[in-house]
């Protein structure tokens, strides 16, 4: 398939009978391994690549490395890939269309792009360029508008119900195709919000947060598994590194290790 033909198919992922189960990648290895086992579509995690590349998550990756990062990604995997890009790395929303076309360049067919504590009248003209800029290229790039009032606090009760649904209406009529809801857990705020929202809803994985089977009957469309591959690959490392400096065995890390697959012939030709 060509990039088009993945952004559709990406597309109609959100309204198929199945709930889209999206792991969350941070390079080449970790989506070409997820896609390997049996993902639909990979999304990149924004937190996971900017730790992989030795910078804080919230704007501070260089954009360089994002699109390196895509880039890599999408060379080796054959299904459709999504980027998370934070705020977008710039309010500018010159720089911000800028930004969208070289990270459709690199291979991306989706985006999350998320509003933060930022004014949500901002965030509506970032979707719009958004939305601008994916149209110049002739790619009908996903746009999954995150909206962070209950992941960052900014309200309680009704009234963060109420500026959800009223951000998603906002985001929606900027060209929006999808709303992003990290935070709620309990299964009576999840089904309200996805009644009420007029997008796919995608709601983030995390303790508490339930099934995928049990979120499709809610009415939820996505769910994405966030940072947690990233931290159960690099907490597995931190403890065999710490046996192995202790023991001074190295049969330990080899039979961790057992089982990966055979990057050197998954990757020749790519």
């Known amino acids: 398939m060509d990039q088009r033909q993945k952004a559709e198919q990406f597309r109609a992922l959100h309204r198929g009978g199945d709930i889209l189960v999206l792991p969350n990648a ?5 989506a070409a391994i997820m896609a390997d086992a049996g993902a639909k579509a990979v999304a990149t995690s924004s937190a996971a690549v900017a730790w992989a ?17 895509i880039g890599e990604a999408a060379r080796v995997v054959d299904v459709p890939l999504t980027a998370d890009i934070e705020g977008g790395y710039t309010d500018d929303l010159g720089r911000l269309a800028e930004t969208i076309t070289a990270v459709i360049e690199a291979g991306a067919v989706g985006i999350n792009l998320e509003d933060g504590k930022r004014d949500p009248e901002l965030h509506a003209r970032k979707v719009e360029t958004t939305r601008k800029a994916a149209e110049a290229t002739g790619v009908p790039l996903f746009i999954n508008a995150r909206i962070d009032v209950y992941l960052k606090g900014l309200a309680e009760g009704s009234a963060a119900f109420q500026e959800t649904i009223r951000r998603a209406d906002a985001y ?3 060209g929006a195709d999808g709303i992003f809801v990290p935070g709620p857990s309990n299964e009576d705020l999840i089904g309200r919000l996805a009644g009420e929202i007029r997008l796919p809803l995608n709601v983030m994985g995390w303790l508490g947060v339930p099934k995928a089977e049990r979120l499709q009957a809610l009415g939820v469309r996505r769910l994405s598994s966030a940072t947690n591959p990233f931290r159960a690959a690099y907490a597995t490392l931190m403890r065999a ?28 030709g790519r």
């Open 26 to 30: 941070w390079d080449a290895a970790s």
């Open 53 to 69: 590349h030795g910078y804080p998550d919230g704007d501070a990756l260089p954009t360089e490395i994002l699109f390196r990062a």
């Open 172 to 174: 929606r009529a900027a």
């Open 241 to 268: 590194t710490q046996d192995y400096l202790q023991s001074g065995d190295a049969d330990s890390l080899a039979w961790l290790g057992d089982g990966v697959p055979n990057l050197n012939q998954r990757f020749a």
